[in-house]
């Protein structure tokens, strides 16, 4: 994995997508850090490659979800429990 400065995509475009190509992917940095990821994709795949993206951060905030859920205990209620929250939440709408 490689990082780049972002001021090097202007500056030396071609080296980065040199550097794409052998890398996989490349981390931008602003300031010294991390601020965005280059993935290399095609005519061919772009539509898929995107939608795996969304995926991977719907999968992400999902486990987020699931984690502050147990360190609250909320994964130890019963249906029932559940019901009640879900009734409570739509009454306050």
């Known amino acids: ?4 400065p972002s001021r090097q995509l202007s500056a030396r475009p ?9 890398e996989g992917l490349i981390v931008i940095t602003k300031d010294g850090i ?8 095609s005519d061919a795949t772009v539509v898929d490659d995107v939608e795996e993206l969304v995926f991977s951060r719907a999968r992400k905030a999902a486990r ?3 984690s502050e859920a147990s360190r609250k205990g909320l994964d130890r209620l ?4 559940i019901d009640a929250e879900m009734r ?3 009454q306050q709408r």
């Open 1 to 4: 994995m490689k990082f780049i």
């Open 14 to 22: 071609g080296k980065v997508w040199e550097d794409l190509k052998r």
């Open 34 to 41: 991390p601020f965005s990821i280059m993935v290399p994709t």
């Open 88 to 90: 409570k939440a739509r």
């Open 64 to 66: 987020a979800i699931r």
């Open 78 to 81: 019963i249906p029932e429990e």
